[in-house]
Structures are given as structure tokens and as C-alpha cells.
């Protein structure tokens, strides 16, 4: 899952891309209004989150820019402003929820995992293909009555496949969005993370689950 911060004071923009970052989120910091609004035109993110306070633009131009544009991507957003009036203009933006600076980084994660729940699909925080279970809350990963222990970008790239199960993946939908900005699109470094988790999830298995269709890109589901 990538996210997008905007958020201009660098000390809060690092410690909040930091603690995503160790979640398994992908994550682009943008310190103005306007680069953020450049950033959500070129990257497809699966939520933003949006200081108030921005120079150029603020959070309020900025969330209803976005929704102008026709962008449905959860927001939300950080302030420091405490006041009812505040909070009621940024829903009237177009923001899907709203956080109150100090935060706790638990709550962050817990609106942040709330608001991707609200997906047209209403996909579960436990995911299930065969005996491979997902605890995306925990990020545990079991297959049958073995735990797999993974790195946060094996873990970010096997939720990303298991939220579609079944679907084939391309290369291109897994680059936007697991990786952030700083990613290599002529490396191999995808490849390299699909046979590592092959290796944990399939190996020694008789049903295999990671499959790869060469030149299209890769699905998760049950084939015996």
C-alpha cells in the first residue's frame, strides 16, 4: 500500500514516513500543497495524508483540488487545530477523516487501516488463499501451522497481491504501489522479492500459490 504525506514541517514528515515505512506502507513525502497535488497527478496512492497548515496551498485547497479532479483516494488529515469549525471545512473538502496533532502513531495506524477497509469491496483485515493466512493488522503470515517470518517489503508486496487474490498483477501496479518514488523501474528488484516469497510461502508445498505468467506479471491463488 502506497501513501502520499504532505505535510511541509520535515521533522513530523520524517517521523511519520519512518513509522509507515516500518508497517510495510510505501511512502512519498511532499512539503508544499502544490507538490503534493503534482505527486497525487503522477502516482496512483492508496491514501493521503494531508497537513492543514501548507505553504502555497492549504490542506483545505489542496483536499478540494483533489476531489475536483474526480480523485477518490481516502484523506486524511493532520492539524493542529483543534476547533469543530476547522474539522466540519475540511469534511466539507472532501477529507474522509480528520486526526488532531499530538497523535498517537497507534491511532495513525488504526484510521489509516479503517479508512482502506472502506474499499467497494470491503475487504477483511484477515485474508485467506488456501491454508495461507494474512493478519494484515499484525502483518502475521502462516501457511497451514507455520508461521513465515518476512521483511516489511515481502510482507507489503504479499498483502498487495493477497488484497487480489486471484487477479493478475502486472509489474507496473506492483511498482506504483508498493514501492515509493525512489524505485528503479529497469531493475530486477521485483523479481527478486517474487522468488523470496516463493521460496516462503510455496516451498516444500504441494499447493503452490505464487505464479507468475511471464511478460504479464504474477497472481496469488490455489492451483494443485
Partial sequence: MR????????????VIARGLREQSYAVDVAQ??????????????DLILL??????????????????????????MLTAR??????????????????????????????IRA????????????????DLIIDSASHRVSRGNREIQLTAKEYALLEHLARNAGRLISRSEIAAHVWDDNFDPFSNTIEVYINRLRKKIDGGQATKLLHT???????????H
Fill in 115 to 130: 479508512l482502506l477497509r472502506r474499499d467497494a469491496r470491503l475487504q477483511p483485515d484477515v485474508f485467506e488463499i488456501d
Fill in 213 to 223: 505468467r511471464r511478460g504479464e506479471g504474477y497472481i496469488l491463488e490455489a492451483r
Fill in 32 to 45: 508544499t500543497g502544490n507538490d503534493g497535488l503534482y505527486q497525487s497527478s503522477i502516482n496512483d496512492y
Fill in 82 to 111: 483543534a476547533a469543530v469549525d476547522d474539522r466540519l471545512t475540511g469534511f466539507d473538502a472532501g477529507a474522509d477523516d480528520y486526526l488532531t496533532k499530538p497523535f498517537s502513531f497507534r491511532e495513525l495506524l488504526a484510521r
Fill in 51 to 76: 497537513d492543514v497548515l501548507l505553504p502555497e496551498r492549504d490542506g483545505f485547497e489542496v483536499c478540494r483540488e483533489l476531489r475536483a479532479r474526480g480523485s477518490a483516494t481516502p484523506i486524511l
Fill in 3 to 14: 501513501i502520499l504525506v504532505i505535510e511541509d514541517e520535515p521533522r513530523m514528515a520524517s
